[in-house]
């Protein structure tokens, strides 16, 4: 059994974690705020150009105006997994990565390649699969010029036939607690065969369709890039706040125990001593 000496010594340990983790949530749960905000708004746009460009999508046809919607056949594919820049955000990382490892399982029979983002994918998938590129510093200043510069090249790759299909795998924000992982099609854009798209499909284009392709359908694509840089961005913050948050409550715990396992020691030392007092004087007065 360990001494008090060691005992007091853990309870100091886990009190200075307890500041630590009690700290890294309160940080988490400020910037969360800003991220939520910045999704949230984000996302009823980017879905509803999303929409457009899936109605677009289906009114084009194999020529360079429908150049991003154009259906190969698939041998090269690339994956985009993207993670944080730092850890201690519980599963966050890890689902990203197991989901991408279980996406290259299932792919195979292609000829894949991996464009991790975030210092954490870069790590895990760096010397394990072949990279077509790489990027760790997007979350230091996350902003839309700086992911259209990601996007863009990524465009280009499938442009000039570098790849047949991209996925996007991210964690999708719900809320604090909760996020979905998403593996998203990327490219090429997959055009809806429905009544109700043929329907919204039916524009009439001014200035001319070819001009309005050229400038709606990249921008659109990168504004989906952008919103899952935002949302796994949010997903991070909102999983580290609950990841300290319940390594706090469980440092306390510790600490509860082991102040307890404290007390009860020295009020045992507390009675031997007063006990070897008390037959110390009996045996004198014999």
């Given at each position: 059994m ?10 100091t ?26 999704i ?27 150049v ?7 041998q ?17 990382n890890a689902?990203?990565?197991k ?14 390649q ?11 998938f ?22 259209t ?22 964690n ?10 998403m ?11 429905s009544?109700?798209?043929?329907l ?37 913050h ?9 390594a ?6 510790l ?8 007390n ?11 006990l ?11």
């Amino acid at each position: 059994m360990a001494n008090l000496k060691e005992i007091r010594t853990r309870i100091t340990s886990v009190a200075s974690t307890m500041q630590i983790t009690s700290a890294m949530k309160m940080v988490s749960a400020a910037k969360l705020k800003r991220a939520q905000d910045a999704i949230t708004q984000m996302r009823p746009y980017a879905e509803k150009l999303q929409e457009i460009l899936v109605n677009l999508s289906s009114t084009l046809d194999n020529s360079t105006e429908g150049v991003y919607s154009q259906e190969r056949d698939t041998q090269k594919v690339l994956l985009v997994p993207i993670a944080s820049n730092r850890g201690l955000c519980g599963a966050f990382n890890a689902n990203v990565f197991k989901r991408t490892e279980k996406r290259i399982t299932e792919l195979s029979d292609f000829d894949l390649q991996v464009y991790p983002i975030g210092k954490r994918s870069v790590d895990y998938f760096t010397d394990k699969h072949t990279l077509f590129n790489s990027n760790l510093e997007i979350f230091n200043d996350l902003n839309f010029d700086s992911s259209t510069i990601i996007a863009q090249e990524v465009m280009d790759a499938f442009v000039d036939g570098s790849f047949d299909k991209v996925e996007i795998i991210y964690n999708k924000f719900v809320n604090a607690a909760t996020q979905e992982l998403m593996v998203e099609p990327f490219l090429p854009v997959q055009a809806e065969e429905s009544e109700e798209v043929a329907l919204n499909a039916d524009y009439i284009f001014e200035p001319s369709k070819s001009s309005i392709v050229l400038d709606l359908i990249p921008k659109s694509l990168k504004v989906q890039f952008y919103k899952g840089l935002l949302d796994s961005h949010a997903s991070e913050h909102g999983a580290r706040m609950t990841a300290m948050h319940k390594a706090t409550d469980n440092a306390q715990d510790l600490k509860d125990d082991l102040t307890l396992t404290y007390n009860r020691q020295r009020q045992a030392s507390i009675t031997n001593e007063i006990l070897e007092i008390v037959g110390g004087a009996e045996a004198l007065k014999q």
